[in-house]
């Protein structure tokens, strides 16, 4: 059963095109985002991806939302990259989730962005020979 605090960020996220996955470990629950919009619950621990949570639980009901979202950046291999500034002290859970959500799409586009530009550049005229 989803919590509405969840369905809430889920529903934010929704609005960018992106999937949130049930995520956590040793009573720390989270929710799972990938960078790639369209990767399945499978692919998205396979490449860089988020992990959300407010404080150590995701799946908590409205009224204990006592602590802003939090969404940590991890790559391929798991390893922490950083973590997204939360959103201002005394939002609103739709602000919360709406700041989130964003954040997580300025993030991917411009991953996205810089990944194109720079593949551009290596088959571009001004690229180098390739042997």
């Known amino acids: 059963m989803r919590r509405p605090v969840e369905s809430k960020l889920r529903a934010a996220l929704a609005v960018y095109a992106f999937s949130a996955y049930d995520g956590g470990e040793g009573g720390f629950t989270s929710l799972a985002v990938s960078l790639t919009q369209e990767a399945s619950e499978e692919e998205t621990y ?27 950046l991890y790559d391929e291999q798991g390893d922490y990259v950083t973590t997204l500034d939360g959103a201002p002290a005394g939002s609103t859970l739709a602000e919360d989730c709406g700041h989130i959500a964003g954040a997580v ?10 990944e194109t530009v720079d593949f551009a550049r290596s088959v571009g005229k001004d690229a180098p020979a390739k042997d």
């Open 105 to 114: 799409a300025q993030v991917a586009r411009r991953t996205f962005r810089e």
């Open 46 to 72: 396979e490449g860089p991806h988020f992990l959300i949570s407010s404080g150590e639980h995701a799946d908590r009901p409205a009224s204990q939302h006592d602590d802003v979202w939090g969404a940590s």
